[in-house]
């Protein structure tokens, strides 16, 4: 086999690792939402090995796609809506960047926390929120 493809796996491996470890610091929210963390651990697993080579963190838009699009594009719940102005300039307004990053790690309303993403980081609820803020 090629040096190329075991590095590949190695790099698999130490991510599903990774993620699973993560995961674990979290049981609270895992055994909340356990339905939901199942699945998506299982999404992780698949986008860990897809994406081997390519490695580290999730881009905001990634995230937003596996997490956040569910509520946050159709307005579900009331949640504000990807990249609409009216929607996020009051939040933004009132709280700050940093405020509604807080939030969104910490859950508010109808809102769960990370939005039930359990094994994505603090930055990578960040940059899903960045992408969902763009251009307002
Ligand atoms: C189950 C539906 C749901 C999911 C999934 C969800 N959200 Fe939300 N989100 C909401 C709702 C509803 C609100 C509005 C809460 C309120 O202000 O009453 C909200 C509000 C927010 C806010 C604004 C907080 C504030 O202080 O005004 C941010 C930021 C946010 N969500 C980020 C995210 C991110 C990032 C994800 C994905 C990782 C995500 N949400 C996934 C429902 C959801």
């Avoid at 969104?104 to 992408?131: F, H, Q, T, V």
Wanted: proline share 4%; aromatic share 4%; net charge negative.
């Amino acid at each position: 086999m090629k040096l190329k493809t075991w590095l590949g796996i190695l790099t698999a491996v130490v991510a599903v690792f990774t993620v699973q470890a993560q995961d674990m610091s979290d049981e609270a929210i895992k055994e909340r939402i356990k339905p939901l963390g199942t699945v998506h651990i299982a999404g992780a697993e698949a986008q860990a090995a897809a994406g081997a080579g390519a490695g580290g963190a999730k881009s905001g838009e990634d995230v937003y796609n596996q997490a956040c699009m569910a509520c946050h594009g159709a307005g579900v719940l009331g949640a504000p809506k990807l990249q609409v102005a009216a929607d996020w300039q009051p939040r933004i307004d009132a709280r700050g960047l940093d405020g509604i990053w807080q939030n969104a790690l910490n859950g508010i309303n109808a809102m769960p926390p990370r939005g039930a993403c359990g094994n994505c980081s603090d930055d990578e609820i960040k940059a899903a929120i960045e992408y969902m803020v763009e251009g307002i």
